[in-house]
């Protein structure tokens, strides 16, 4: 019984099966694709916040709305350090707030001035209708906009907050890259795409 | 047949990247090209011999750069006295910032009544005569030599002295 089902059962089998394989296939095709864009995107995006670091700048969390439109709640800044008298009225810029010297604060500015060896610096944020002025030491530096990411933000805040979370699922990203590139340049035998 | 995923997951990374630097490029903030150079703001005081239009500032600049164009204003002055007077003027600025920076030049109706930096300017001038209910226009005109240094951002308010003597007939 099974020597005459067998060869019978596997014929029908490759009949339903074979029309279907190339629809298969495109689709994996086209999940992979999608799968390595999502990758690369986030890989793209890990490499604007991180490679700016290496030219003395640094990412920042946008924590308010007092730049809106230009800067929105839970962007992410990218700022790099200047010498105050590099900026200009226009820029938008990061320094310290004059009455909390822990906080920073990123906004544009209105107008500057030199005085002796200090800058004073007219700011206010876009969404704001009173101005702050403050001053650095022409020697100093301050942080002037490059780009920003829109809401990313929120993403490093919940990174933040859910720690171990993120840390867990952010490394089986990395493996699963680590993977997916090793298969790029070192491709294994059998692949599943092989059997077409 | 592995080589048809390669490609694949290659193109897939390359877009994503590609998006990223999309999204970096769409989300730029340029520097801003705003001209940023020195200020220079000009008043006159005038004693009661000499009638000025206006207590404002007559020669007001806010971007005064090393080489550019200079800043031109006129004042106009006018003896109310009943007889001649010799105007001389001098400049008080509160901050030296740009004493040396910024050269000044006066001149009325062709004749120069001084030239040299705003720093020379805090001595009176020479003088200019003007006769019964004369009028005459003060030229004033500011500028920053090329090459000058440490004048972005600086501003300087000056005031304009002037001093009016009362020329006394001679006696014959």
Known sequence: ?196 | MSSAIAPIRTAGIATGLALAALLVLTFRVPASSELLGAGLRITAMAPGELHVPSSDAFLKVGKLTPGGEPAQASLPLRNVTSGPVDVRVRAQMATPELDRAVRVELRSDGQKIASGTLADLRHWTRSLRLERADERTLRVRAWIPAGTDNTIGRRVAAQLELDAKLVKPERR
């Open chain 1, 1 to 196: 019984m099974t020597a005459l089902t067998t060869p019978r059962s596997r014929r029908l089998r490759v009949r339903l099966v074979e029309p279907v394989m190339p629809v298969l296939r495109v689709l994996r095709a086209v999940l992979r694709y999608v799968g390595m864009t999502v990758t690369g995107f986030a890989v793209g995006i890990a490499l604007a916040l991180a490679l700016p670091l290496a030219f003395d700048a640094r990412p920042l969390v946008v924590l308010s709305g007092s730049m809106e439109p230009a800067l929105a709640t839970g962007d992410v800044s990218v700022v790099r350090s200047i010498a105050p008298l590099d900026a200009r009225p226009g820029d938008i810029v990061t320094f310290r707030d004059p009455d909390n010297a822990q906080r920073l604060i990123t906004h544009r500015v209105r107008a500057m001035r030199v005085q002796g060896d200090a800058v004073v610096f007219r700011t206010r944020g876009d969404a704001n209708d009173v101005s702050e002025r403050w001053r650095v030491p022409a020697g100093g530096e301050i942080g002037r906009l490059m780009y920003r990411i829109p809401k990313l933000g929120w993403v490093l805040d919940f990174a933040r907050s859910k720690g171990l979370f993120v840390l867990l699922l952010g490394g089986a990203l990395a493996l699963l890259l680590v993977i997916e590139l090793t298969s790029i340049w070192r491709p294994e035998e059998g692949d599943d795409d092989q059997v077409a």
